[in-house]
């Protein structure tokens, strides 16, 4: 029997999860300074700084950019420009153990000790994406928003199990997957199916953001959103099993938000959708008729 999308889709969120919390104890410095030797600079994708405001003016309306989209393009047949960036969990950066993560310091005021537990200089592209990382993880939530920048499996788990429901409401994870591999980030792709809606009367949204340890940005709104699983195909032939969202309400955000520009719209004037990339998780509650993963 061949192994369906949705099948391929779980198997490659289970390696991605694994991945993430592959460690050693005791070796986490070595492999740091290994793993972190080419990163520059905050957020391929642009969502991370969706709802927190420290790098529009890095954003404009480059490639990058080029993930967001209107509920009306959802349909079979729409073709769009779609920026997904090749990042693969296996390059970057794992998890710490949870009581390595919780020794280490995870401040601003404390980048100059960090810079120097991890050997970069001041002023190096780590030293800034590391700086931004911190700030942004410092950034107030907007109105209505819950954020957690999650240093460790175990601490995202907890703040997903804290929106999602506590203990007795199981949720899972789902994630964007090339099913077809090429090394190309933007090009126009093609909705080949009828998206699917997923279920879920919360859901969480967790980011990746560039550090030395795998450090993700979850949020969650109280405002309505809605999940979809697209499936795309690609003008040089890639094929791509996306995770989207659709914002209903963005009144809150920042005028200055990349996909208002994209959009050609203002806050709070029509829901904003976009694409996650890869290495990116969206966290949904089980509904009573699903399955884990």
Same mark, same amino acid.
């Given at each position: 029997?061949?192994?369906?999308?949705?099948?391929?889709?779980?198997?490659?969120? @289970?390696?991605?999860?694994?991945?993430?919390?592959?460690?050693?104890?005791?070796?986490?410095?070595? @492999?740091?300074?290994?793993?972190?030797?080419? $990163?520059?600079?905050?957020?391929?994708?642009?969502?991370?700084?969706?709802?927190?405001?420290?790098?529009?003016?890095?954003?404009?309306?480059?490639?990058?950019?080029?993930?967001?989209?209107?509920?009306?393009?959802?349909?079979?047949?729409?073709?769009?420009? *779609? /920026?997904?960036?090749?990042?693969?969990?296996?390059?970057?950066?794992? +998890?710490?153990?949870?009581?390595?993560?919780?020794?280490?310091? $995870?401040?601003?005021?404390?980048?100059?000790?960090?810079?120097?537990?991890?050997?970069?200089?001041?002023?190096?592209?780590?030293?800034?994406?590391?700086?931004?990382?911190?700030?942004?993880?410092?950034?107030?939530?907007?109105?209505?928003?819950?954020?957690?920048?999650?240093?460790?499996?175990?601490?995202?788990? &907890?703040?997903?199990?804290?929106?999602?429901?506590?203990?007795?409401?199981?949720?899972?994870?789902?994630?964007?997957?090339?099913?077809?591999?090429? !090394?190309? =980030?933007?090009?126009? /792709?093609? *909705?080949?199916?009828?998206?699917?809606?997923?279920?879920? !009367?919360?859901?969480?949204?967790?980011?990746?953001?560039? /550090?030395? /340890?795998?450090?993700?940005?979850?949020?969650?709104?109280?405002?309505?959103? =809605?999940?979809?699983?697209?499936?795309?195909?690609?003008?040089?032939?890639?094929?791509?099993?996306?995770?989207?969202?659709?914002?209903?309400?963005?009144?809150?955000?920042?005028?200055?938000?990349?996909? +208002?520009?994209?959009?050609?719209?203002?806050?709070?004037?029509?829901?904003?959708?976009?694409?996650?990339?890869? &290495?990116?998780?969206?966290?949904?509650? *089980?509904?009573?008729?699903?399955?884990?993963?």
């Amino acid at each position: 029997m061949g192994v369906t999308v949705r099948d391929a889709s779980r198997i490659i969120l @289970l390696h991605l999860l694994l991945l993430l919390s592959s460690h050693c104890h005791g070796c986490w410095a070595r @492999l740091l300074s290994e793993k972190l030797a080419g $990163f520059s600079k905050v957020d391929d994708d642009g969502h991370a700084h969706a709802h927190g405001m420290s790098h529009m003016d890095h954003l404009m309306m480059d490639p990058q950019s080029m993930i967001f989209f209107t509920l009306d393009d959802l349909k079979p047949g729409k073709t769009m420009p *779609i /920026y997904f960036p090749k990042r693969h969990p296996s390059s970057s950066p794992h +998890f710490l153990p949870k009581a390595d993560a919780e020794s280490i310091p $995870f401040s601003s005021r404390d980048l100059p000790h960090l810079l120097d537990l991890f050997s970069f200089s001041g002023g190096s592209p780590q030293a800034r994406a590391m700086e931004d990382t911190l700030k942004h993880c410092e950034t107030r939530p907007i109105k209505g928003e819950t954020k957690s920048c999650a240093t460790s499996l175990e601490a995202m788990l &907890d703040f997903v199990r804290g929106i999602l429901g506590g203990e007795s409401s199981p949720f899972r994870a789902i994630s964007t997957s090339h099913l077809i591999e090429s !090394s190309t =980030r933007f090009q126009n /792709y093609t *909705i080949l199916e009828q998206p699917k809606g997923v279920p879920a !009367s919360k859901m969480v949204a967790c980011h990746t953001l560039p /550090y030395p /340890y795998a450090i993700f940005y979850c949020h969650s709104q109280e405002s309505e959103n =809605r999940v979809f699983e697209v499936v795309l195909g690609g003008e040089n032939g890639d094929r791509v099993n996306a995770v989207a969202v659709c914002h209903l309400d963005t009144s809150q955000w920042n005028p200055d938000h990349p996909s +208002f520009r994209v959009l050609g719209i203002e806050p709070g004037a029509a829901p904003v959708c976009h694409f996650f990339p890869a &290495d990116n998780l969206v966290w949904v509650p *089980i509904a009573p008729s699903q399955g884990m993963m």
